[in-house]
């Protein structure tokens, strides 16, 4: 298989995404990340679905997307597309990462209860740690207990910026 990815300018930086199709043509993210080196992310997409060849190719659909979330629109990532694959617990957590609201992040604690597995607060990290698809499994959205940052694939300042990003443009709940 063939992935094709590309790179855009975001205020925190270069993103680039690494994408497959599904069986309409839609873009399906495989791997993602602050980075302008496509290289950073075919090693963290699973065996199963690492590609045989990536191409660079001029736009992605989903960069649209991309794009919507920096200029404030924090939910157009909710429906675009990812495929991970792992053992039963992470693809799970991954699934459960999305629902976690933009402007309110939950603490490891906070996501291991939601995973219905409080006392897998380590696991829960490590489903964070282990996300390929960062933005669309908004994993920067879990914060160390006591309200730290915590870690990130792509550094602490870039989890910050989109923390605070969300908090600013989030809709409030009634």
Known sequence: MTARFTTVATPPG???ALVTADDDGRDVVLASGWTADVGD???VVHASLRPASVERVDRLDVMDVVEA???GS???IDDVVVRQRSGPFLQEAW???RTVPAGTPDTYAAFAVRCGRPAAIRAAAG???RNAAALFVPCHRVLATGGGLGG???GTPVK???LDHEAAHAAVPV
């Open 74 to 76: 924090v939910a157009a």
């Open 160 to 162: 910050r910026w989109l």
């Open 95 to 97: 699934e459960v990462l």
């Open 14 to 16: 270069p993103f680039t």
């Open 127 to 129: 489903a964070c740690a």
């Open 69 to 71: 979330f920096h200029a």
């Open 41 to 43: 992310l075919v090693p």
């Open 152 to 154: 990130f694939r792509w």
